[in-house]
């Protein structure tokens, strides 16, 4: 089993951005959150296997050849982005904190091979890849299927040449790709199924040039868009299941008229020293002055999230927004209320994580 302590800290990146609002008057950096998945998976499944089921019948492959030949799809292109979709969700719930989950790569389970679901797997089945790959549940892509558009467009740009204006055409097309991919999720401890869902995504790729050739070059072609497309398909399952680190933004202010300890402090926040810095903050939030003593309990609620205090965070974001009622600091309140609402969620999600 994977090993993680739940502790509700955030993992900084050394990545900052200054001058993100109010001419310059604050820093931004990018942080990564654990967020809990849309839906809770019972305690007793840690381990999970990911297979493909959505390959058409032996008797129907040559319906399927016929359909991808009319297209003008990669023949057998669904085949390889359903098999990418099965690694993308794999890759995914290892990447987070809540599964190790394994690949059964190479099982013959045949599905409709179209968006239509075919009956759920028996048990007999179900228990038999569960054990053999030392599994508590079994994830199937049940269904796969991909449609693709080309759109060709032009408008008439100027640009300047030699010291003239000259009008020229500009040619763009775009490649869209929607999928569609059917999952179940097959408890195998209880015998029941957690969970049936089709997601529907579309990913759009542009490219534009001087003839309609040239932008149909700068397209990717289709098999790698599809393979593409079908990562994202596993992405988005493993969303749904499974808590996942979420990067943001979050700011601090570093001026305020009148004021030197904000410019002082702002090298002592940028490497992530929030205890240092929140020290030189919190005797300002008494100010006289409200705008001063409003940035400087902004600037606690930011220190106390960012060391994993969400109440405390609350406290300040609240008492920010009492001293100077801005809508950035309204948002920010809201951000860590919504954080604090989660937190019951993602400890459930998590309980069965070992410590």
């Known amino acids: 089993m994977k090993k993680f302590i739940l ?34 998976i019972p305690q007793h499944i840690q381990r999970v296997g990911v297979v493909n089921r959505s390959l058409p019948e032996r008797s129907n492959m040559f319906v399927n050849f016929l359909e991808g030949f009319i297209s003008g799809e990669s023949v057998f292109a669904d085949r390889e982005s359903s098999m990418n979709a099965i690694r993308g969700a794999v890759n995914t719930l290892n990447a987070n904190p809540r599964f190790q989950a394994v690949l059964m790569e190479g099982e013959e389970l045949r599905g409709t091979g ?51 204006t000259e009008n020229y055409t500009e040619f763009s097309a775009r490649l869209n790709i929607r999928s569609s991919a059917g999952w179940r999720f097959y408890d195998n401890i209880n015998k029941s199924m957690i969970d049936e869902q089709v997601f529907v995504d579309e990913k759009s790729f542009g490219g534009s040039g ?30 749904r299941i499974s808590p996942k680190w979420l990067n943001t933004t979050r700011n601090y202010y570093t001026r305020a008229k009148g004021e030197k300890i904000f410019r002082e402090t702002r090298r002592v926040a940028r490497t992530n020293q929030w205890e240092a810095a929140a020290q ?14 409003a940035r400087a309990c902004y600037n606690m609620a930011v ?6 205090n969400l109440e405390e965070a609350q406290k300040w974001a609240n008492q920010a927004f009492f001293k100077q009622r801005k809508s950035r600091h309204r948002t920010y309140l809201n951000v860590i209320n919504k954080r604090i609402s989660e937190q019951q969620r993602l400890r459930e999600q998590m309980e069965g994580s070992e410590n």
């Open 210 to 239: 001087l003839t309609p050739e040239e932008a149909l070059s700068k397209l990717p072609n289709k098999r790698s868009a599809l393979n593409e497309s079908g990562i994202f398909s596993g992405e988005m399952l493993a969303f």
């Open 114 to 164: 179209t968006k239509q679901f075919a009956a759920p797997l028996d048990w007999e089945t179900v228990d038999v890849l569960c054990k053999k790959y030392s599994v508590d549940a079994l994830i199937s892509l049940e269904t796969f299927d991909s449609d693709i558009f080309i759109h060709r467009d032009s408008r008439q740009r100027s640009r300047k040449k030699d010291g003239r």
């Open 280 to 293: 030189k903050w919190l005797p300002l939030t008494n100010a006289s002055d409200n705008k001063i003593a």
């Open 7 to 40: 502790f509700f800290t955030a993992f900084l990146s050394v990545s900052f951005i200054t001058c993100t609002f109010q001419a310059c008057k604050s820093r931004s950096f990018t942080t990564s959150f654990l967020v809990p998945a849309d839906i809770n």
């Open 303 to 308: 220190a106390e999230e960012m060391n994993g």
